[in-house]
């Protein structure tokens, strides 16, 4: 390891310590449109990232090649052995305060109930931003800022709120739980005030949190297929809600 690459291992460990792992430029793009405060950005290749950015992004093409430290390719392994393609990964400062869910929201809060898969948090998280949501709660175990989450959400945690919580403090505004059992989604008028809750794509939501609905709403499905995807399953209710609210992105 030459003198350059020691200095950059000192700074990447000295900016680690409650940071988010931004992996590949796409995940460094959105994080940097949303206003996350960078702590460093390392590439194997500054020239190639700056046309990359020319063709995808140039509003943050300047910064990534102003600021990044450019180092070789086996040293970018060593650090993120499975990292992206592109060759750039970046450091962040997480947000200490967390999501904004004030009663009079104009858009929807996602509950995702205990949930399992990293890569389906993630994608959630990316839907949600597109759709402009309030924010995205989890309960359970799972970490929502998990380096693996924030790579499937494409660094998206910074456009939308993303936080665990306690399932006994949730925040105020009527439950809509999906639900097998529940009215056809299709029919139903989802307010800009409501919080969607998703179980697990196993278990479903737990019988408590059942208990506690406002609403029970069901996505259609074929008869012998097991469920949906959770991300689709977001997805599709998200939708539902776009086709009525003002609010919704256009």
């Known amino acids: 390891m030459n003198a350059h690459e020691m200095e950059t291992l000192a700074l990447w460990r000295a900016a680690s310590p409650g940071a988010v792992l931004l992996d590949?430029?796409?995940?460094?793009?959105?994080?940097?449109?949303?206003?996350?405060?960078?702590?460093?950005?390392?590439?194997?290749?500054?020239?190639?990232?700056?046309a990359l950015a020319d063709e995808l992004a140039a509003d943050v093409g300047g910064y990534i090649e102003e600021?990044?430290?450019?180092?070789?390719?086996?040293?970018?392994?060593?650090?993120?052995?499975r990292g992206g393609p592109t060759g750039v990964v970046a450091l962040a400062r997480r947000p200490e305060a967390?999501?904004?869910?004030?009663?009079?929201?104009?858009?929807?809060?996602?509950?995702?109930?205990?949930?399992?898969?990293?890569?389906n948090v993630g994608a959630v998280v990316r839907l949600a931003a597109g759709f402009g949501v309030a924010a995205v709660l989890t309960t359970g175990?799972?970490?929502?800022?998990?380096?693996?989450?924030v790579r499937?959400?494409?660094?998206?945690h910074f456009a939308t709120g993303v936080a665990r919580v306690d399932p006994d403090a949730l925040p105020t505004g009527p439950l809509f739980v999906l639900d097998p059992e529940g009215v056809d989604l299709r029919a139903t008028e989802i307010p800009d005030d409501a919080i969607l809750a998703f179980g697990t794509?196993?278990?479903?939501?737990?019988?408590?949190?059942r208990g506690r609905a406002d609403r029970r709403v069901a996505i259609p499905m074929?008869?012998?297929?097991?469920?949906?995807?959770?991300?689709?399953?977001?997805?599709?209710?998200?939708f539902r809600w776009s086709e009525t609210s003002a609010n919704a992105p256009t």
């Open 141 to 149: 175990d799972l970490d929502p800022w998990h380096p693996n989450v």
């Open 201 to 209: 794509e196993r278990h479903g939501v737990s019988a408590a949190l």
């Open 222 to 238: 074929r008869p012998r297929v097991s469920s949906y995807n959770l991300a689709t399953s977001v997805g599709m209710t998200l």
């Open 24 to 50: 590949g430029f796409h995940a460094v793009k959105h994080a940097l449109r949303f206003g996350a405060e960078i702590r460093v950005v390392l590439t194997t290749d500054r020239a190639a990232v700056r």
């Open 98 to 119: 967390g999501p904004s869910c004030e009663p009079a929201r104009t858009a929807p809060i996602v509950l995702l109930e205990n949930p399992r898969n990293l890569g």
């Open 67 to 81: 600021t990044a430290r450019e180092v070789s390719v086996p040293f970018l392994r060593e650090l993120i052995p």
């Open 152 to 156: 499937g959400s494409a660094g998206l």
